[in-house]
């Protein structure tokens, strides 16, 4: 699976922004679909993630209520609406492709190359 973000940019607290992800190669919908970021000096983390269907979603405690991760299976497309961000936003987020729902990198099947997301305060 080819992964290729777009959406991200500089921003002011308390923006939104949506990020999108167009995969293309193997099937899709046979995979769970999620955003993993990673801010200058810290390790890469989990941020929201989907399983196939799109049905089941799970985000990390940081953007519950802030982000909203969908898929469209139709069109090999998954989105992050990032609302009410914050200065700790700033990262680049990186689409992924995994055969599971476990949300660590080491699970992790397939990157892309990753979009920057500045958001000043």
Known sequence: VQLVESGGGLVQAGASLRLSCAASGRTF????MGWFRQAP???????AGTNWSGRNTFYADSVKGRFTISRD?????VVLQM???KAEDTAVYYCVGARTTWWSTEA??????GTQVTVSS
């Open 29 to 32: 919908s046979n995979y769970a």
């Open 41 to 47: 000096g810290k390790e890469r983390e989990f941020v």
């Open 73 to 77: 299976n139709a069109k090999n497309t």
């Open 83 to 85: 609302n009410s961000l």
């Open 108 to 113: 992790v099947d397939y990157w892309g190359k």
